[in-house]
């Protein structure tokens, strides 16, 4: 995060708070959000997409403080499920601005949605269409809806995190003629208002051209709308995946340039269309969250096994983020509590957790010195690390730190193992 800087003690301060500060304060491990840099990058995905709609993804992480955040940011929240929307609405997000995705939204998700006059409703599938309808009939209302179209673009990025080739399980397929069909339904039941089309091409993105082959395809879909139907459709959404920096290695682009080449080609293809621009939208999580956060671990064993490597083993692990053993992503780590002049040696860096695939950073060079009770920085941790975390081992849940301005505050409390035994109702 951008507030991070060693202090003269040598340790990393974050927001103006000391680290060591923090940990005797909060403890460990615990998630450190850096508020002035969240802040920043929502303001420069507004301004890079000027007059498009930023939904930040609350899949990402999601909690009431980040909510009241957005609001004052002036983003809008996509939302995936009931919960993420129970949050949404707790944090004051006025509800036009949430758009609600999900590929098997229940009758009940569908129903509270519709109920608090959602703005957004991405569908995904004929039976949702189905069901929406329903529900608008038995209300009287009219949900304002997306239709979520597969483009058939391969991203370059993890298999489990690309969504728009055609076999997989999200949207309607363009090629197949799935996606006609789900508009000529909507268009001709004349009951849910169909406002424009959305793609989501995959996560962890670094280069325009898929963006750029997916508004091309969708405004082709737009062209025989208007051809068929007669009218165009007012919006478009591009989605979210735009890549962040993990390591040295990772180089993202800037939102301005993605930006500003995804609006150029958008304006040049409804062009030769002959199409008016429609009003665009994007959906960034882990640009805008990922890189506020670190986690900060407390060393507790140091084992170096047979001048191989060393095993530095922290107070956490794959409970609080998965992302290494499920993707096999790459994160960095540094000592955070003390600078250290000795040289660097070849660590992994581990959890508690029972197997031995839990792993927090595969290969990280730290100081020969580091040792127990060392505090340890994880970088990049703010997307999907805390929303995915889970209790495996009935390890509680870390804490969610904001830092800004020389204070640090709760703002999602560390789990107790009174909390897991409560669930448990014998
Ligand atoms: N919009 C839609 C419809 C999505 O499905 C997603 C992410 C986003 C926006 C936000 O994508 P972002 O800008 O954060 O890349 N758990 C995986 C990532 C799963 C992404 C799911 N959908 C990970 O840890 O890498």
Redesign the pocket.
């Known amino acids: 995060p951008r507030t991070v800087t060693r202090g003269q003690s040598g340790a990393l301060t974050v927001g103006g708070v000391d680290v060591t500060q923090i940990a005797q304060q909060h403890g460990t491990p615990a998630y450190i959000f850096d508020e002035a840099d969240f802040r920043a990058r929502c303001k420069a995905f507004k301004e890079a997409f000027g007059g498009a709609e930023v939904y930040y993804?609350g899949?990402?992480f999601i909690a009431t403080a980040i909510v009241k955040i957005l609001v004052e940011e002036g983003l809008s929240l996509?939302v995936?499920t009931g919960g993420e929307l129970a949050v949404a609405l707790r944090g004051g997000m006025p509800p036009e601005r949430i758009g609600l995705?999900g590929n098997n939204k229940s009758v009940e998700e569908l129903a509270t949605a519709v109920e608090h006059n959602v703005g957004r409703i991405i569908v995904d599938s004929l039976d949702e269409i189905d069901r929406l309808t329903q529900i608008a009939i038995r209300t009287g209302k009219r949900p304002k809806v997306m239709v979520r179209v597969t483009v058939g673009v391969e991203a370059h990025t993890h298999e489990f995190?690309a969504?728009a080739h055609e076999d997989q399980k999200f949207g309607f397929s363009l090629a197949g003629g799935a996606a006609a069909e789900a508009i000529d339904k909507i268009l001709a039941d004349g009951v849910l208002d169909l406002r424009g089309l959305h793609s989501?091409i995959g996560?962890?993105i670094f280069d325009a051209s898929g963006f750029e082959v997916a508004a091309r395809r969708l405004l082709t879909l737009q062209a025989r709308v208007s051809e068929v139907h007669g009218r165009e459709l007012p919006e478009m959404d591009l989605?979210?995946?735009?890549g962040i920096a993990y390591t040295t290695q990772d180089e993202p682009a800037d939102p301005r340039d993605l930006a500003g080449d995804l609006l150029r080609i958008v304006k040049q293809e409804c062009a030769a269309l002959h199409l008016s621009v429609p009003h665009l939208s994007v959906?960034?999580?882990?640009?805008i969250v990922g890189p506020a956060m670190f986690t900060l671990y407390e060393v507790g064993t140091v084992k170096d096994v047979d001048g191989i490597r060393t095993y530095v083993s922290v107070d956490g692990g794959m409970s609080d983020n998965i992302?290494t053993a499920l993707?096999d992503?790459a994160y960095s780590a540094t000592v955070a509590g003390r600078a250290s002049s000795e040289p660097p040696i070849l660590a992994r860096v581990v959890g508690k957790h029972c197997e031995s695939g839990d792993i927090v950073v595969k290969d990280e060079f730290l100081p020969a010195d580091v040792k127990a009770g060392d505090l340890l920085a994880v970088p990049g941790t703010g997307?999907?690390c805390r929303s995915?975390a889970s209790n495996y081992n009935h390890v509680p849940r870390p804490p969610v730190v904001a830092v800004v301005d020389g204070e640090s505050r709760v703002i999602v409390r560390r789990e107790t193992v009174d909390d897991l035994l409560r669930l448990d109702v014998g």
């Not at 989605?239 to 735009?242: A, S």
């Not at 959906?283 to 640009?287: I, K, L, V």
Request: aromatic share 12%.
């Open positions: 993804a899949k990402a996509d995936c995705h995190i969504t989501h996560s962890q989605g979210g995946g735009f959906e960034p999580g882990r640009a992302r993707y992503a997307a999907y995915m």
